[in-house]
């Protein structure tokens, strides 16, 4: 659109519409990084969020540990260190490199509770019943009209983030397109009670055309989503049908006996055409929608935000606006390769015949006795695995995940996570360097450019690494100097 709207706007830097765990993420990283934010939010403050969402893989962690933020969410919630999947493959976690070799279990609410207050602290508040009802674009900012509690309100920013969900008011406002299709209508969805709870491992099981899903929170309350042919998606969800579906599923149905919340939803297979249009963005669910086999599609939003953020960040401090080109690109096939990974289980969980049947015993047999086949699958699940392409001439481990190295103890801590924590690239010298300046004029043309001015970066010394790293804030390799 280039439209304009009447009225004397609100002026702010970046405006992120949607405050799930994405939206949070990306305003709570904009603002530490000094970078003025406004948050727009449509659902009420005092609606409950009993969203699907309940597994906090190994790099979403890793990015919550890098905001302080990770040992407090690990206390709301139960680990997990193996998965189960088709009742016989077991991948199991302990292997994983960095302090989360697991899968943490716990509700999204709890999330966001943490990232709320992560915001909070940044003076940041949430606008909640404001409803976007129209977007404009210029060569200079972005103008969003929304409807408030105190009337119509103009607001207008350099950029706009939609973190709006599935059906994103944003996506639908700058035209771009979310093809796909829905690849099951009645899922159910409900928090139950057990009287004989199973282990902890978290299970995904499949039988006879019917697929499970039974995880612990670690407060007495355990979360299964069921599914064994399609039903009117409006039909109420009792305790019976719960039961039956877990017994069909699961086998038993562990005593279930009370229910706090039920519902059933559709499983979404879409991806956005582009995430981005001219100065607006799509991040999480906006983005791409996934089914909810291997809890993947919060942890790949926020992996979207922390991605995106810093480089909205940058070029407010005065990096090249082309910078922010490099979000699709990096996050795209991310989004991509999640969708594939997600409808893969799924289909292999709920397609009948014998093909499939075959298909998943061939899984099973190769995951469970080809080990670089294992470690690739759980690398991927836990997004640990997850590199961005190097830039022409670079070194060939730019892109990758810097591992949470052993810094020589100082003011942001001696470990990298902590000094990521004031949310700018970590200039990491091996033991014997001597504290410097950051960035100078011979440093290398890659690193000048993504790293606009010496307060950007903090310089530590790592306590036996003997590379120079540039760390972005994200926690890839921006750039190294070997030896």
């Known amino acids: 659109m280039t439209s304009s709207f009447e009225g004397a706007p609100m002026q702010t830097r970046v405006i992120v519409v949607g405050a799930g765990p994405t939206g949070l993420l990306l305003a709570g990283d904009l603002a530490a990084a000094g970078t003025e934010v406004v948050l727009l939010e449509k659902r009420s403050a005092a609606l409950s969020n009993l969203s699907r969402a309940f597994a906090v893989h190994a790099r979403s962690l890793e990015l919550l540990d890098a905001r302080g933020l990770a040992d407090d969410l690990v206390r709301t919630g139960r680990t997990v260190r193996d998965l189960r999947l088709f009742d016989r493959l077991r991948l199991n976690l302990d292997d994983l490199p960095g302090r989360f070799p697991f899968v943490l279990v716990t509700p999204q609410y709890e999330v966001e509770r943490l990232l709320r207050r992560r915001l909070d602290e940044l003076g940041v508040h949430v606008r909640h019943d404001t409803e976007v009802t129209g977007i404009a674009q210029d060569a200079d900012a972005v103008t969003v009209r929304a409807t408030t509690p105190e009337g119509a309100t103009t607001f207008r920013a350099d950029h706009l983030v939609g973190t709006d969900g599935v059906r994103s008011t944003v996506r639908q406002a700058v035209g771009v ?43 007495g309350w355990h979360r299964f989503i069921g599914w064994s ?67 993947l599609g919060m942890n790949t939003g926020l992996q979207d935000a922390a991605n995106l953020a810093w480089k909205l960040a940058a070029v407010h401090h005065g990096a090249d606006e082309s910078l922010l080109d490099s979000y699709e690109t990096e996050r795209y096939p991310v989004g991509r390769q999640v969708l594939r990974a997600s409808g893969t289980i799924l289909r292999l969980a709920t397609r009948p015949g014998r093909a499939v049947a075959w298909a998943r015993r061939l899984l099973t047999a190769v995951v469970s006795h080809v080990t670089p086949v294992r470690r690739r699958a759980v690398l991927m699940i836990s997004a640990i695995g997850v590199a961005y392409p190097p830039p022409a001439g670079a070194h060939r481990s730019v892109g990758h995940r810097v591992p949470d190295l052993p810094l020589v103890p100082g003011e942001h801590g001696d470990r990298l996570a902590e000094a990521l924590r004031e949310g700018r690239f970590v200039l990491v010298r091996p033991p014997s360097a001597a504290a410097g300046p950051a960035v100078t004029s011979s440093d290398p043309p890659a690193v000048a450019g993504e790293v606009s001015t010496a307060d950007r970066v903090v310089v530590r010394r790592a ?19 070997p030896g």
């Open 177 to 219: 397109d979310f093809p796909g299709e829905t690849v099951i209508r009645s899922m159910v969805i409900s928090d139950v009670r057990l009287a004989r709870p199973p282990s902890d491992t978290l299970t995904v099981s499949a039988r006879d055309d019917a697929l499970g899903f039974l995880v612990p929170f670690g407060d």
């Open 463 to 481: 306590d036996q690494h003997r590379s120079t790293l540039l760390v972005r804030p994200d926690g890839y390799l921006a750039a190294v100097v």
């Open 229 to 295: 042919g399609e039903r009117d998606p409006d039909e109420p969800v009792d305790l019976d049908e719960i039961r039956d579906l877990a017994r069909a599923t699961l086998g038993d149905d562990h005593g279930m006996h009370e229910v706090r919340y039920a519902s059933r939803f559709a499983a979404d297979e879409r991806q956005a055409t582009t995430y981005r249009a001219g100065r607006v963005f799509l991040a999480g669910d906006a983005a791409h929608a996934h089914s909810p086999a291997g809890g």
